[in-house]
Nanobody, 115 residues
Framework: QVQLVESGGGLVQAGGTLRLSCAGSGVTGTFTAMGWHRQAPGKQREFVATLSSAGGTNYADSVKSRFTISGDMEKNTVYLDFDRAEPEDTAIYYC?????????WGQGTQVTVSS
């Protein structure tokens, strides 16, 4: 059974830094991609960033210059580094992972950016 466990959420001041981590387990082999989505209060869930097994990255325009996704796909681990956090980044952040058959989601971790 595939599981994704996020950690590192919490409270950060505007302009500050934070790192989210996600560890995947239970997959046969490795994921084809891992990434992050988020859902802010009263808003729909949205894409944040993704890392492919080939090392390619993709970001939402709203975070492109401030967030960095990295990881070790051989260990099914992915990170999201916040820089210059903004109150608009306040959301529940979900780790995601893709296989050729389906995608998986973690339970989410809350990030709150105070102004």
């Amino acid at each position: 059974q595939v599981q994704l466990v996020e950690s590192g959420g919490g409270l950060v001041q505007a302009g500050g830094t934070l790192r989210l981590s996600c560890a995947g387990s239970g997959v046969t082999g490795t994921f084809t991609a891992m990434g992050w989505h988020r859902q802010a209060p009263g808003k729909q869930r949205e894409f944040v960033a993704t890392l492919s097994s080939a090392g390619g990255t993709n970001y939402a325009d709203s975070v492109k210059s401030r967030f960095t996704i990295s990881g070790d796909m051989e260990k099914n681990t992915v990170y999201l580094d916040f820089d210059r956090a903004e109150p608009e980044d306040t959301a529940i952040y979900y780790c995601t992972a893709d296989t050729w058959i389906r995608d998986y989601w973690g339970q989410g971790t809350q990030v709150t950016v105070s102004s």
